[in-house]
């Protein structure tokens, strides 16, 4: 292939990747039917799951896959906890005066800190849609469909699913954050 053709091809390629965010940008505003078509490819593949009765392998990776996007979610971008650790050490070596006032996600009296989420809503529904299909497409080869005996996949998943989530609403309660906004007061609205 000479010079000319690689440039074209990337010419293409660049053309291609422009027109794929454009339809990804696109989609932005549309939070309930991005999620509607994320719950649609999630049912899809679990009946492919089901009805086939095989590759329980590729559904638990994609299980923990997610769960791991969830907790990511859940979690807010700069974590308290370190925080915490790092103005302790700083009391410890006496290195300079206190930066805020009150405790660490104080409402009464401390700083006003919105809650920054490590994983924003849109890149978790794109890894996880490009996730879900990535598990659907290898749930038709055969070489993905490894024996194992579900009941147990599925057990440690609940399993790993409830100590994990135990742990994070810990972490929520303890440093005080709510990841949600379902109850907060929204202005601009009408």
């Excluded at 549309?30 to 078509?37: C, D, F, Q, V, Y």
């Excluded at 923990?64 to 996007?69: A, G, K, M, P, R």
């Excluded at 974590?79 to 070596?93: A, G, H, K, M, T």
Aim: glycine share 8%; with cysteine; proline share 5%.
């Amino acid at each position: 292939m000479d010079q000319t053709g690689i440039q074209k091809a990337q010419a293409t390629a660049v053309k291609y990747a422009r027109l794929y965010q454009t339809y990804l940008d696109q989609t932005v505003p549309h939070l309930w039917a991005r999620w509607g078509a994320f719950a649609g490819l999630l049912v899809v593949f679990m009946l492919r799951i089901v009805f086939a009765q095989g590759w329980y392998i590729v559904c638990y990776t994609l299980g923990i896959y997610l769960l791991n996007l969830f907790l990511a979610f859940l979690q807010p971008k700069f974590d308290p906890s370190l925080e915490q650790e790092i103005r302790d050490q700083d009391v410890e070596e006496g290195e300079g005066l206190p930066t805020t006032s009150g405790d660490v996600g104080a409402s009464d009296g401390g700083e006003f800190r919105p809650f920054i989420r490590r994983l924003p809503e849109f890149k978790f529904w794109y890894k996880g849609i490009r996730a879900t299909a990535i598990g659907f497409v290898c749930s038709w080869f055969s070489i993905f469909d490894i024996p194992v005996f579900w009941p147990i996949l599925l057990m440690y998943f609940i399993i790993l699913f409830a100590l994990t989530m135990r742990r994070q609403i810990q972490h929520m309660i303890k440093y005080r954050y709510v990841p949600f906004d379902l109850g907060k007061t929204k202005y601009g609205r009408h």
